[in-house]
């Protein structure tokens, strides 16, 4: 037994003799690398606004597969919205452009809406300024009513703005006051200086958080719809939007259960505890898009008309549009033109309305886009959610060219997106815009290789666009686990520099020197900052990709010296025992 213990001591010294040789064989020389493809996303190597334009055209994309075409039916009813213009001897208000950095996350019916609206009242710490058009006060959104109640407990200033064309929000109003929470009724055509006619906005400002929505608080907009929005954290579009909203709070009345909701009737809801429906989420999981954004921040009746009218005519490839009704015979105009030009346009619209006469509108939209077309050329026409998805297809976005994110909480009709008087004055609905620039982005292509003259180095080459309109701010290289790497050198440009002018190169080459000290899938991740030459806003281009080690190294320095060791022990220990 002692000479079987000793013969052990001394094959198992010999064993990790052999694997420190073969480990500093592996080490002296440097083993290739395969280098995997990108990761397959739509938000890799583009900006933050083309990642969220890219995020919405999935949503499309997904909701088009599932609509229904539109046929004409000679019996249906249709008529168009008339062309009436109305002023209101009101100066409207401008939109803005804006670029800052900010966060923006998609918000979407039924799939995460509850969630992210009790996280955006939940994180408020200073303000919570809420203005929607009705807040029902039922168990499926008691949730949010009792985190309105909260933040005021918390001490953040609330202030809460109902519209007075739906008596389900009397009972939410008598409760949110009985806690002492600010709330005032937005009157159609008030004396008092409201000059819009419905206040149709879905908004939420929560500290330096906007919401630009179509949700209503109802269980069939949070749970049954197709709704989709975005929560914006930026301290420039908060200003803007606080703006609207103090201005519609002094136009607003304290609410008095004796004189408002009175002559109210309320909008016909469909518990979405009584009809189950066909659609299983797809996009619960919430996604933050950071970096350098550029956008323009519009309300109506005020202003969004020209700046929606102009983006339209300028549109060179596609137009994507998604809403509850498109009605308005200004913007159908525009569209007949952009489809005799021989423009891919796609409309989804609502089929069975609440109202009869936007059921009517629709149906005329979609006739005289889809069948009639223009010029010889035919927009395409679905119904949305026609195989029982949905309750409603209620959602309010259009995408441009796969590099324009128009969402509002207004329809695209003549009340919610109106064309100004000649004078310049408005009237109309009060809705909250905005639209999200995908364009502007650093257009590159990333190649990797390895070299094996050169051993440990890894070559990424960076293709740019036009590479006299960028400015490379940063580069920077990020490999994980980092317990994995012996070196890790800062990417570099092949001159050395990390800011440089692109106009100097037509291929631009960064080295990152890394040696690895144990196999395995290792995550690349290359960030560049840029900004677009004239525009101070920090733009985000990033990559990530995967090296692993060659596997015929895998297994000739790891695989097979590990079996060979198994072997030689077994050996040694069965001869061992017989000798014993």
């Given at each position: 037994m002692k000479?079987f213990?000793?013969n052990?001591?001394i ?8 694997g420190?040789?073969?480990?500093l064989?592996?080490y002296i020389?440097?083993?290739t690398?395969e280098?995997l493809a990108p990761?397959?996303s739509v ?14 055209r999935q ?5 088009w597969?599932l609509?229904?075409?539109y046929?004409?039916d ?9 062309y009436?213009?109305?002023?209101s001897?009101?100066t ?7 670029q800052q950095i900010?966060?923006i996350?998609?918000?979407l019916?039924p799939?995460?809406?509850e ?5 955006l009242?939940?994180?408020s ?8 058009m009705?807040?029902?006060?039922e168990?499926e959104t ?12 918390r001490?953040?200033?609330?202030k809460?703005?109902v519209?007075?064309?739906?008596d389900k929000?009397?009972?939410t ?10 709330v005032?009724?937005?009157v159609?055509?008030?004396?008092n200086g409201?000059?819009?006619d419905v206040?149709?906005n ?8 906007v919401l630009?929505?179509?949700i209503?608080?109802?269980p069939?907009?949070i749970f ?6 975005v929560i914006?954290?930026s ?12 201005y519609?709070w002094?136009a ?10 009175t002559?109210?009737h309320?909008i016909?809801?469909?518990s979405?505890s009584l009809?189950?429906l ?5 996009f619960?999981t919430?996604y933050t898009f950071?970096?350098g954004?550029e956008?323009?921040v519009?309300t109506?009746?005020?202003n969004c ?6 983006i ?6 596609s137009i994507?549009?998604s ?7 200004y ?5 007949r033109?952009r ?6 346009v796609r409309?989804l619209?609502?089929?069975?309305t609440?109202?009869?006469w936007?059921k009517?509108y629709?149906r005329h ?5 889809s069948e009639?077309g223009a010029d010889?050329s035919?927009a ?7 195989k029982?998805?949905?309750?409603y297809q209620h ?6 060219d796969?590099?324009?994110l ?6 695209w009709a003549?009340?919610?997106c109106?064309?100004?008087q000649?004078?310049?004055?408005v009237d ?19 190649t990797?290789s390895?070299?094996?003259k050169?051993?440990?180095?890894t ?12 400015t ?8 994980q ?8 050198q800062n990417?570099?440009m ?10 100097a ?7 990152g020197?890394v040696?690895?000290?144990k196999f395995?899938i ?5 960030d560049?900052?840029?900004?677009l030459?004239?525009?101070p ?6 990559f990530?990709f995967?090296?692993l ?9 790891y ?5 060979g060791g198994?072997?030689v022990?077994g ?10």
């Amino acid at each position: 037994m002692k000479k079987f213990l000793k013969n052990l001591r001394i094959i198992t010294f010999l064993c990790l003799i052999n694997g420190g040789l073969i480990y500093l064989a592996i080490y002296i020389r440097s083993p290739t690398y395969e280098i995997l493809a990108p990761f397959d996303s739509v938000f890799e190597g583009t900006a933050p606004g083309q990642q969220v334009v890219n995020f919405f055209r999935q949503v499309f994309d997904f909701d088009w597969e599932l609509g229904l075409d539109y046929d004409y039916d000679p019996l249906e009813e249709m008529e168009p919205q008339s062309y009436e213009r109305f002023g209101s001897s009101y100066t409207p208000f401008k939109s803005k452009r804006i670029q800052q950095i900010m966060n923006i996350t998609p918000i979407l019916s039924p799939d995460n809406s509850e969630a992210l609206l009790l996280g955006l009242i939940k994180n408020s710490t200073s303000k919570l300024y809420i203005e929607q058009m009705y807040i029902y006060h039922e168990p499926e959104t008691s949730g949010i009513i009792q985190a309105i109640i909260d933040a005021q407990a918390r001490g953040v200033e609330v202030k809460v703005i109902v519209g007075e064309g739906n008596d389900k929000s009397r009972e939410t109003a008598t409760n949110l006051t009985s806690y002492g929470i600010n709330v005032r009724i937005s009157v159609e055509k008030a004396a008092n200086g409201n000059y819009f006619d419905v206040m149709h906005n879905k908004g939420v400002i929560s500290d330096d958080r906007v919401l630009i929505t179509s949700i209503n608080w109802s269980p069939t907009s949070i749970f049954d719809n197709r709704e989709t929005g975005v929560i914006v954290e930026s301290s420039l579009v908060a200003a803007y939007y606080k703006m609207l909203f103090d201005y519609d709070w002094i136009a607003s009345e304290v609410y008095d259960p004796l004189v408002h909701f009175t002559d109210s009737h309320p909008i016909p809801q469909i518990s979405s505890s009584l009809l189950p429906l066909d659609y299983k989420p797809q996009f619960t999981t919430p996604y933050t898009f950071t970096g350098g954004f550029e956008v323009d921040v519009m309300t109506s009746p005020d202003n969004c008309f020209e700046i929606i009218e102009k983006i339209l005519l300028n549109a060179q490839q596609s137009i994507y549009i998604s809403v509850y009704t498109l009605s308005s015979p200004y913007l159908l105009e525009v569209l007949r033109d952009r489809v005799a030009k021989g423009l891919d346009v796609r409309i989804l619209l609502e089929e069975n309305t609440t109202s009869a006469w936007e059921k009517k509108y629709n149906r005329h939209a979609l006739y005289n886009l889809s069948e009639i077309g223009a010029d010889g050329s035919f927009a395409q026409g679905k119904w949305a959610g026609a195989k029982n998805e949905f309750r409603y297809q209620h959602s309010k976005y259009a995408i441009i060219d796969n590099k324009t994110l128009i969402i509002s909480s207004g329809n695209w009709a003549r009340s919610s997106c109106p064309k100004p008087q000649d004078d310049g004055d408005v009237d109309g609905n009060r809705d909250w815009w905005i639209i999200i620039y995908g364009t502007g982005d650093l257009a590159v292509t990333l190649t990797t290789s390895t070299d094996t003259k050169t051993e440990e180095q890894t070559h990424l080459s960076l293709d740019v666009e036009n590479p006299q309109d960028y400015t490379i701010r940063e580069i920077s290289l990020n490999i994980q686990p980092q317990s994995y790497l012996e070196i890790v050198q800062n990417l570099r440009m092949a001159n050395g520099s990390t800011s440089v002018n692109l106009a100097a190169y037509d291929i631009q080459q960064f080295i990152g020197s890394v040696r690895f000290t144990k196999f395995g899938i290792h995550n690349v991740a290359i960030d560049i900052q840029y900004i677009l030459n004239g525009s101070p806003a920090v733009q985000h281009t990033q990559f990530e990709f995967s090296v692993l080690k060659n596997e015929k190294e895998i297994f000739l320095y790891y695989i097979l010296p590990t079996i060979g060791g198994i072997i030689v022990v077994g050996v040694v220990i069965v001869i061992s025992k017989l000798k014993m």
